[in-house]
């Protein structure tokens, strides 16, 4: 991290910085060409999205820098594979104290490049020091080689399954939480034996290299864990760098070009694609601690939570009491930069004008909005949006807002509400809200997610034995619990004969009689 991106000094006032003026400035980092085609600058430069202050310059890694990372990750993974998991439980461990005694620091460097207030950041290295402690205590029960049973057919045999690191694994993360999220794999796959080369966001390269920076320090001499900085240019030369596994955040769209670079090598990768999230309130829901959550998810971190809610389908006998509370409770918040702020800005400038489509076509379709609407975008910030009765065919109920701003739409019963709720294309986080036990399990059991929460958002979170990951567009692969482990180790099966088979039967010498006996047995067991 440059001297700037350490040292810059919070913003304690919101500053209403133009698109225009914030583009500019990002623009004067590129120079142009006689031809008019503008070449890729050497430099990378982070801003703070609620100033467009600088905030420090990193390096644009090409393809060279990539390969030269990615040579030293892997002479460093056989030092870190070799440790086995008790060893590199003490390494994770040690690290996560590292994090945790300077996590004042990390916070801030989070709260500059996101704009998300201090209070958000906060939470976000919590949770992430959470996982990663998860994982380095758990990756040897889970991965460790275990006795599975052979079987009456295999008594001979002796079973066992083991996990085995599959060498460096790629991670490319998100702005929106760039702590929180790529630890997710970061964590898991260190625990499960394997280096990690990480390309975190262009708008928050500031947050991987102080992660980097603090590996450093504690093995200055293994560099188990890196970051390489830089566009999309970067994370393509890290998707062909033949990397054993890449894991992805970000949109499907994206998704779709870091599976197809992948392909080319048949590279395999782990995907977390965006959502479309929908909460499901039933007639008996404790309506004050739904609409609570229904804000909470849908304006907390300005609504740029790929799990959060974008969608509510709200049971008819208690749609008009719903709708008040929320409006209510989100009239109450405002954006801005200072520490008493609901939430910030719009990290990524072209997020604005999604958001402003999704609002004007859900208007212009007959849907009303009952708190703000367009002029509540004035970015970099947005004001709390609440639109109700949108039709179901709008892009703000079809397509990934990411923003804050709440559809709330009135529907018979609960299998109504299952079925909007599933028809989407993407299908990674949902909740119910009813008091009947039974009830939300059985929504819950019905609703197309990787995740569904019950009476609550995001509770899963800070569950780190829970698998995270999505249905369709919204990815595949899972990242955090035992899967999470898994996902970033090769199984291996090992069977060991410990006795000639009684009824021998895998020799080219096979007795009449040894075959006789062993149909005799088959159909005792398999045809009673």
Not at 133 to 139: E, G, L, R, V
Not at 289 to 312: D, H, I, L, S, W
Not at 421 to 448: I, K, M, P
Request: with cysteine; glycine share 10%.
């Amino acid at each position: 991290m440059t001297d700037s991106a350490q040292n810059s000094p919070p913003q304690t006032a919101p500053t209403a910085t133009s698109l225009t003026e914030t583009e500019r400035k990002r623009t004067e980092q590129k120079k142009a060409v006689p031809n008019g085609v503008e070449h890729r600058s050497s430099v990378l430069t982070s801003y703070d999205p609620r100033t467009s202050e600088l905030l420090g310059d990193y390096a644009m890694m090409g393809a060279d820098e990539v390969t030269r990372t990615i040579r030293e990750a892997k002479s460093a993974q056989k030092w870190w594979a070799g440790l086995g998991s008790s060893g590199r439980k003490r390494w994770l461990l040690d690290w996560k104290k590292a994090i945790a005694k300077r996590a004042v620091d990390l916070v801030e460097v989070v709260v500059q490049e996101t704009g998300k207030p201090h209070d958000d950041a906060w939470l976000e290295v919590m949770l992430a020091v959470e996982h990663l402690d998860w994982a380095a205590k758990n990756a040897g029960k889970v991965l460790d080689r275990h006795k599975v049973r052979s079987g009456l057919v295999a008594l001979n045999q002796a079973s066992s399954v083991g996990y085995e690191p599959l060498g460096v694994v790629g991670v490319i993360g998100p702005w929106n939480y760039p702590v929180y999220t790529p630890m997710g794999s970061i964590a898991y796959a260190l625990a499960a034996g394997n280096a990690v080369v990480f390309k975190p966001s262009e708008l928050t390269p500031g947050t991987g290299t102080w992660l980097a920076e603090t590996w450093r320090t504690l093995a200055p001499n293994q560099p188990v864990f890196q970051v390489v900085t830089g566009d999309a240019d970067t994370g393509a030369a890290l998707c062909r760098s033949r990397v054993d596994k890449v894991s992805f955040t970000g949109s499907a769209a994206t998704a779709r070009k870091v599976l197809a670079i992948c392909a080319e090598s048949l590279t395999p990768a782990v995907i977390e694609g965006g959502g479309k999230d929908a909460m499901i309130v039933g007639g008996d829901a404790k309506l004050d601690a739904a609409a609570e959550a229904a804000v909470f998810g849908g304006m907390g971190n300005a609504g740029q939570t790929c799990v959060g809610v974008e969608r509510v389908y709200v049971v008819e006998t208690v749609f008009d009491d719903f709708v008040a509370l929320v409006e209510t409770k989100a009239r109450k918040l405002k954006p801005g930069a200072d520490r008493g702020a609901a939430y910030g800005p719009m990290t990524r400038e072209a997020q604005v004008e999604v958001v402003r489509d999704h609002v004007r076509d859900a208007l212009d379709k007959g849907g009303t909005a009952v708190v703000g609407g367009l002029d509540s975008i004035r970015e970099p910030y947005i004001q709390p949006i609440v639109l109700v009765d949108v039709p179901e065919d709008s892009i703000a109920v079809t397509e990934e807002t990411f923003g804050p701003v709440l559809v709330i739409n009135r529907v018979r019963d609960l299998s109504e509400a299952i079925a909007r709720a599933n028809a989407t294309s993407f299908a990674l986080g949902a909740s119910v809200f009813t008091q009947d036990t039974r009830t939300g399990q059985w929504v819950a059991e019905r609703l197309r997610a990787g995740v569904v929460t019950i009476n609550s958002v995001l509770g899963f979170a800070g569950v780190a034995a829970l698998p995270f990951g999505g249905v369709g567009d919204s990815g595949f692969g899972r990242i955090h619990g035992a899967d999470g482990l898994r996902e970033f180790s090769r199984v291996k099966s090992i069977a060991r004969q410990k006795r000639r088979a009684p009824l021998h039967l895998l020799t080219m010498d096979r007795k009449a009689r040894h075959l006789r006996v062993s149909k005799w047995v088959f159909k005792t067991r398999h045809t009673r």
